[in-house]
């Protein structure tokens, strides 16, 4: 049966056979009409939010043509109906005063960022030429095309692309995959895939380093999960244990954080498993983990009680446990924890469409790869779409130099940033609220599901689809690729595809033809039917994680993901800057987070600006004392630094992703961006950090109560601060 089902799971939800019922609309008259009132009706179309790699499901507000509102789609097995901040920011994408309005050409050196506009006829010529010309040279094979996770049809159609051009040089980067897991889950599992973590049928979540409440996978379909964990009808209130070496925002909303050793998870979770008797797990003692971690091995002895007791128990691995060094070695012991005990965790289905695009999953060893091909001048053009390495490698990588050594440079991309500034010629796309695409959500919800990205606006500046991009830069290739690219357009391509999905389900759907069928998908947000994965194999394979490395004389350092600007791809929008973090209030900029103990030891409190060094290299920001951080951390959050990218995060804050060792996985050899250690130093220089919370002492004014700082009445004779 095909569903657009509410409730990942749920036996009720949306038939596709049945038509979407539209909310209804009222006229309401005001006595008084304000002048900025224009009469009209808002309009909601259901799209697909491509902020992140989660696959959410929005309806978007129309009226007078301008979208003014986005919030999650109910019936999307994903969002259910909610939605993140950064994906309420797509507004700022659509209307960005810095979104490229036209195709732009280099007139300046290489990287400066200086561009002029130019046609589109001069853009298509100016790649297209140049790619055709390498074809009939016989070096079709010397273009390479990076992208970042495109998913879906669109992966097909390039996939189509690059073939037509006689190259197999296609990969995705980005750095929110988590290359690890899906090492981790091949060797555990078979598949290199991410299984359904069902946090809301979970009785005790365990999680090492997972910031699941933040930006982990899919932070939204989690929130729901979380809600129903703790308060969920008809049951009891769930167990939540964070183990990680800064608090998060998961872990501060846990019922116990445990500050563990960075690095030290997997021997953690081993010693778990050990308990519960995991197959090649009893050597891994709880005294081995507990002095590798720095807890007490009596709070190991009641995390194996509590996970042996639940009835569903989950373990769930992220952030900086994930990019140690031993990185893929903890997850693949967090997979033996699931399986010895777990009952919270199932596989996805395939995809109804795109699963080829993970074979491209190029991660950091494929990254490193075409560095080396274009250092060795093996690239002679390089295509460069949605993504932003030189922001999220560290600089020792040499991307920055690499590129410059290729002979030409295309990017499609709708800002200036990092690395579209290396590029000749910018092709300037629409943003996705005016884009044709489809997609199927990863990690997936248990079912078999798929949505289709409509159009919701028409277009605000002189910009192209995508996918229409790729079909006409094809077409002038030669008539070969033409006959394999045979679409007008990325709409007509993608009904091409879809019709393939729908005639072996024809029968199904009785007397419903294809024009109907489309139109209730797009209707209703979402496809899905009530198909499951295969059962997950039992894990008997353990990887050795070792010792965590010593932090020596200096301290380990610990980038995180923003949960406003992420790895930083919300940086440009303003909404997100001005987005309070969570847990220290700090707005607008970068900064170091010290433990107490370690700010006392270095002389520096809240504001002092420090040097943080590494082997990479170094940076400067001011410190917040936060409590919550193990003394021998330095935390940062991950998302400001960039060169360029629009006037609001261009040259704003520092990059902690910059300066951290070229170090990578001993196993799998993804970028171990949580292995750096760092020295600190201060500056003798101080800021004014810009904040959005308040101060934990009352400054006499008595405004907690009928007592005053300490427990002690306050002085008479002080009303003049009293608010």
């Not at 990287?111 to 506009?117: A, D, T, Y």
């Not at 922001?391 to 991309?413: D, N």
């Not at 894990?539 to 932090?551: H, L």
Request: hydrophobic share 40%.
């Amino acid at each position: 049966m095909l569903v657009g089902a509410g409730t990942a799971g749920a036996g009720a939800g949306f038939l596709v056979k049945e038509s979407s019922k539209n909310r209804p609309e009222q006229y309401i008259p005001y006595v008084a009409t304000p002048e900025d009132y224009t009469p009209g009706i808002a309009t909601w179309y259901k799209t697909v939010c491509q902020q992140c790699a989660a696959g959410c499901g929005i309806e978007v507000r129309v009226r007078e043509g301008r979208a003014k509102k986005i919030e999650g789609n109910a019936l999307h097995p994903v969002s259910q109906g909610r939605s993140c901040a950064l994906g309420q920011s797509s507004l700022n994408v659509l209307y960005n005063p810095d979104r490229l309005r036209q195709p732009q050409q280099s007139r300046g050196e290489r990287g400066s960022g200086v561009f002029q506009p130019i046609g589109w006829e001069q853009a298509y010529t100016t790649v297209s030429d140049r790619l055709a010309s390498l074809r009939r040279a016989g070096k079709g094979d010397r273009v390479a095309l990076l992208t970042g996770n495109v998913r879906g049809h669109l992966h097909e159609l390039l996939e189509t692309f690059m073939a037509g051009v006689g190259s197999s040089r296609y990969l995705q980067y980005d750095f929110l995959v988590p290359e690890n897991l899906l090492a981790a889950n091949q060797a555990s599992y078979g598949r290199a895939e991410l299984p359904y973590y069902d946090i809301g049928n979970a009785d005790f979540v365990l999680s090492f380093g997972a910031d699941y409440l933040s930006h982990w996978l899919s932070p939204v379909h989690y929130g729901l999960g979380y809600g129903k964990l703790r308060q969920g009808p008809g049951r009891e209130r769930g167990l939540v244990v964070q183990v990680e070496p800064r608090m998060s925002l998961s872990g501060a909303n846990a019922d116990h954080w445990l500050p563990a050793r960075p690095g030290s998870e997997g021997l953690v979770a081993l010693a778990i498993a050990g308990r519960l008797g995991a197959p090649g797990a009893s050597a891994y003692s709880v005294e081995r983990a507990a002095a590798a971690s720095g807890l007490d091995a009596a709070k190991i002895e009641d995390l194996a009680q509590h996970f042996a007791e639940a009835k569903k128990p989950l373990a769930l691995i992220g952030g900086a446990a994930l990019a140690a060094e031993n990185g893929m070695a903890n997850a693949a012991a967090v997979n033996l924890l699931n399986s010895a005990g777990g009952g919270a965790v199932t596989s996805n289905p395939d995809p109804a469409f795109g699963a080829s695009a993970a074979k491209h999953i190029a991660g950091y060893p494929g990254l490193r790869k075409l560095v080396d091909e274009m250092n060795a001048g093996q690239v002679d053009a390089l295509i460069i779409a949605d993504t932003n390495p030189l922001h999220s490698t560290p600089e020792s990588l040499g991307l920055r130099e690499a590129i410059a050594r290729v002979p030409f440079v295309a990017a499609i991309s709708p800002f200036i940033d990092d690395t579209s500034a290396m590029a000749d010629v910018i092709l300037a796309p629409h943003s996705f609220l005016e884009s044709w695409s489809d997609d199927t959500p990863q990690p997936g919800v248990g079912i078999a599901s798929a949505s289709i990205a409509q159009p919701v606006v028409a277009p605000v500046h002189d910009t192209r689809d995508f996918g229409d991009i790729v079909i006409e830069i094809g077409r002038r290739l030669g008539r070969d690729v033409a006959t394999q690219l045979p679409w007008e357009n990325t709409l007509e391509f993608l009904q091409a595809r879809w019709r393939e999905l729908y005639g072996p389900r024809s029968a199904e759907l009785g007397s419903m033809e294809f024009g109907k069928f489309w139109n209730n998908v797009l209707q209703a947000g979402v496809w899905a039917e009530n198909r499951k994965g295969p059962a997950l194999p039992a894990v008997s394979r353990v990887i050795d994680p070792g010792e965590p490395a010593a932090a020596g004389d200096g301290f380990y350092f610990h980038p995180y993901v923003s949960l406003a600007m992420a790895d930083g791809r919300g940086a440009n929008l303003p909404w997100q800057q001005e987005l309070p973090d969570p847990l220290t209030g700090m707005v607008y900029n970068s900064w170091v987070e010290l433990n107490p103990a370690t700010a006392k030891e270095l002389g520096v409190e809240d504001g002092d600006v420090v040097t943080v060094s590494a082997a990479g290299g170094s940076l400067e920001a001011p410190v917040v004392v936060y409590p919550a951080v193990r003394p021998d951390v330095v935390a940062m959050p991950m998302g400001q630094g960039h060169r360029t990218f629009g006037r609001y995060a261009s040259g704003r804050g520092a990059n902690p992703l910059s300066i951290v060792d070229e170090t990578v996985d001993r196993d799998s050899g993804a970028l171990a961006w949580g292995s750096t250690t760092v020295s600190v130093a201060k500056t003798g220089r101080r800021v004014k950090l810009i904040r959005q919370s308040g101060t934990p002492r009352d400054l006499g004014r008595s405004i907690l109560g009928p007592y005053g700082e300490g427990g002690k009445p306050a002085p008479h004779g002080d009303d003049e601060h009293h608010g």
